[in-house]
């Protein structure tokens, strides 16, 4: 059988790219046999100047941003995959720019706190993923023998809770579990992460029990309103998780620490002290708590039910100035989606809000037993971007805010992200030796999200229904074009692979 003459190689090229951090004028030249990045021009070099069979594009003015590296997701395959699963939530993520996606340990059906809980995983994932795919391990009380074997295993990090989790086979740790699991990985290539929300030993918060609304722990207003849910999980839940985690910090100074979604900015002095003692910590924030507000959250939209909980218009500015004041050494190094969907009717949307599903019985939007999780793989760069426009008065005319935002978004989303799971040298940038990972964004056109645009598998988002600025035209995926706004996803299927290499 004859097979066509593919061309060798592939160009793509824009007066505006975001190169080595720095928005310039690029040709980007890639090989189709390595898919990766063989020659970077900063200039548009034209078509002429390739041999004729060359497939090129010049896509200005559309800006050309390394695929977007989500370091936190939840998939939920196998066990849950009716909440998510490889195929979809890779599509979503595919949708929006998004190249590699990190999965979390929990929610799905074994956790991954285990080397044969990671080989389930791996099982599942196989053949279903249109994008890249790493995979976090996680620590619970009781499995510090496991963790050595799943860093040779290549998990880009670990991540363990100082709460309830929500679901009963990832249970929280404690102090002693947290010191074992500092032995372990003390001296390991690796990242240890928390969900930094714990119970303060003191407190007249009615605490995490509140989630399940028993008496006597009763919440303290109605359970449909969200500023009882936002009562019942205050700031200081976050800072009391994080000075815990800071006072162990010198048993594995050699270990990187990281906090998850943080949402509360009274916990950013803290972090600061940490880093300035010379504690390795970072953090991370999510689209969400960068674009939503508690004072706009109507009673009963569960949807926009996560924990840490959505604060106040204030904190979102605070978490803001985090990231506009100490973009070079600030402690909020990244911005992550937080992916965490659930089938619609376990949310308990009354019938006026999108997404609802009819279960047979009047839902009332009880905050406190609705799962817990916001679902935006995928559109995390158009919130980011409509976010930004906003505060800064961004124009579609080139000027100096933009250019500085388009940089802003590829640290936060791109190198950042893949520098926290061990992928800096490639993943996240546009640079020879690198995966050919791109993301075509056209950062003047604006769309409506509704169900046809959330590829995940259930249709249920805070941001349905809202104008979003920034459309991704084209993602491409170790030089390969998998998705176009024109053209989907094509019919070559999913070719996404499984990040497993061990981090060094
Ligand atoms: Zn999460």
């Known amino acids: 059988m004859a ?3 593919i061309p060798s190689i592939a160009v793509v ?3 505006r790219a975001v190169i080595s951090g720095r928005l310039t004028s690029a040709t980007v030249v890639i090989s189709r046999t390595t898919g990766k990045i063989t020659a970077v021009f900063d200039s548009v070099i034209p078509a002429s100047e390739f041999p004729a069979d060359t497939p090129y594009t010049d896509y200005s003015p559309n800006v050309l941003l390394p695929g977007l590296v989500d370091a936190h997701v939840h998939l939920n395959e196998p066990g849950r995959t009716e909440w998510e699963g490889f195929y979809t939530g890779t599509q979503a993520a ?14 799905a059906i074994p956790p991954t706190t285990t080397v044969a809980g990671l080989k389930e995983k791996l099982d599942a994932a196989s053949g279903k993923c249109w994008v890249d795919v790493g995979f976090y391990g996680g620590i619970i009380p009781g499995n510090a023998h496991e963790l050595k074997g799943l860093v040779q295993e290549g998990v880009r990090g670990f991540k363990g809770f100082l709460i309830d989790s929500g679901v009963d086979e990832f249970p929280a740790v404690g102090q002693k579990d947290i010191q074992k699991a500092m032995a372990e990985l003390a001296d390991e290539p690796t990242t240890l992460m928390f969900h930094a929300e714990m119970v303060p030993p003191i407190t007249k918060s009615v605490g995490d029990e509140a989630q399940s609304s028993d008496p006597p722990a009763a919440p303290t207003g109605p359970l449909e309103a969200y500023s009882t849910f936002l009562d019942s999980r205050p700031s200081e839940f976050e800072t009391c998780a994080i000075e815990s985690i800071m006072s162990m ?7 990187q620490l990281h906090i998850v979604h943080l949402s509360a900015m009274e916990a950013i002095p803290i972090l600061r002290e940490a880093r300035a003692r010379g504690v390795k910590v970072t953090a991370e924030t999510c689209f969400h708590y960068l674009s939503l507000a508690s004072e706009q959250i109507r009673d009963g939209d569960t949807r926009h039910k996560c924990c840490p909980p959505i604060r106040s218009q204030l904190n979102q500015d ?7 004041q100490h973009a070079g050494d600030g402690v909020i190094k990244t911005v992550v989606s937080d992916h965490s969907p ?14 609802y599903f009819d279960t047979g019985k009047e839902e009332t939007g009880d905050f406190f037993s609705a799962w817990g999780g916001i679902s935006s793989v995928g559109l995390g760069l158009p919130i980011l971007w409509t976010e930004l426009s906003r505060r800064k008065g961004l124009t579609p005319n080139e000027d100096e805010n933009t250019k500085k935002a388009l940089q802003d978004v590829v640290r936060l989303c791109c190198a950042n992200t893949a520098a926290q799971v061990g992928l800096e040298t490639r993943k996240g940038d ?7 990972d791109i993301c075509v964004f056209d950062d003047s056109a604006e769309w409506v999200v509704e169900p046809s ?3 995940f598998r259930n249709k249920c988002s805070p941001y349905q229904g809202r104008t979003l600025r920034g459309m991704v035209r084209e993602t491409w995926l170790r030089g390969e074009r998998i998705f176009s706004r024109e053209n989907n996803f094509g019919d070559k299927g999913p070719a996404g692979k499984l990040l497993l290499e061990k981090r060094v």
């Open 3 to 5: 097979t066509a003459n």
């Open 13 to 15: 090229a824009s007066s």
């Open 318 to 324: 605070g978490l803001w100035d985090e990231l506009e």
């Open 430 to 436: 546009l640079r020879v030796g690198f995966d050919a």
């Open 249 to 255: 910090a010198h048993l594995a100074p050699n270990l």
């Open 453 to 455: 645009t959330m590829l």
């Open 342 to 355: 659930c089938t619609p009717n376990l949310k308990q949307l009354p019938s006026h809000i999108p997404g």
């Open 94 to 107: 595919a949708f929006g720019g998004v190249t590699t996606v990190i999965d979390m340990p929990l929610n």
